[in-house]
Structure formats: C-alpha cells, structure tokens
C-alpha cells in the first residue's frame, strides 16, 4: 500500500474522487441494462417459442416447460423460456466423442479386478 506525503494528499483524494465517479456510472449503466424479466401469457409464450398454443398447454400438462399458475392463469417467465430453449441444445460429434472417451477414462479408473 502507498503511503502519502501531506502535499500529495490532494491529489490522492481528487484520483479517488475519478476513480469513485467511474464506479458510479458503470453501477449506473448496469443498472439500466438489466430490465426486469418479461411475464407471458400462454400466448405471448406460444410465439417467443415459435409453436401452436395448444402445443404450449400439451407440453405444460407433460411438464416439460416452466410454468407458473395463478388460478387457472398461466404464466411464463421470459428467462426461463430462454434457459428451456438454452437446455435442448445438441451436442456436436466431437463433443459427445470426448464425453465418451471421459467415461471409458473413468470406468477404467474405477475398475476393480
């Protein structure tokens, strides 16, 4: 840590005064960028997703969507539809290749002869 003379205290606290207004515009400038997460209705949901509504409710009822319920009202988070659409990705060749050699890798190490 540095220490300061008398003299150079000035500007030691007018350095801190920069650096404390820089913080405070990029704190400033996050905060405006996160939104709060949208709430769909079933339809909304429907075409962010790109499929029928009654698609949505048959994948609602074999529960392979997140949803929230209020009364006999559903509601979908903006977020969770995209972490959903997130989660379906498929492995590519090479990924599935290496995640296969893991296992063979582990298998071996837990062998017992």
């Given at each position: 840590?540095?220490?300061?003379?008398?003299e150079q205290?000035?500007?030691?606290?007018?350095?801190?005064?920069?650096?404390?207004?820089?913080?405070?515009?990029?704190?400033?400038?996050?905060?405006?960028?996160?939104?709060?997460d949208e709430?769909?209705?079933?339809?909304?949901?429907?075409?962010?997703?790109?499929?029928?509504?009654?698609?949505?409710?048959?994948?609602?009822?074999?529960?392979?969507?997140?949803?929230?319920?209020?009364?006999?009202?559903?509601?979908?988070?903006?977020?969770?539809l995209e972490?959903?659409?997130?989660?379906?990705?498929?492995?590519?060749?090479?990924?599935?290749?290496?995640?296969?050699?893991?296992?063979?890798?582990?298998?071996?190490?837990?062998?017992?002869?």
């Open positions: 840590m540095e220490t300061y003379t008398f205290l000035p500007q030691a606290v007018s350095l801190l005064h920069e650096k404390l207004n820089q913080i405070e515009r990029l704190l400033l400038e996050r905060q405006e960028q996160q939104k709060p709430i769909f209705n079933t339809a909304q949901a429907a075409a962010f997703i790109n499929v029928s509504v009654a698609t949505m409710y048959s994948k609602v009822c074999n529960q392979e969507l997140p949803v929230n319920k209020r009364g006999k009202r559903l509601y979908f988070y903006r977020s969770e972490e959903w659409i997130k989660g379906g990705r498929k492995r590519t060749a090479d990924e599935l290749r290496l995640e296969a050699q893991e296992h063979i890798i582990k298998s071996k190490k837990y062998r017992r002869y």
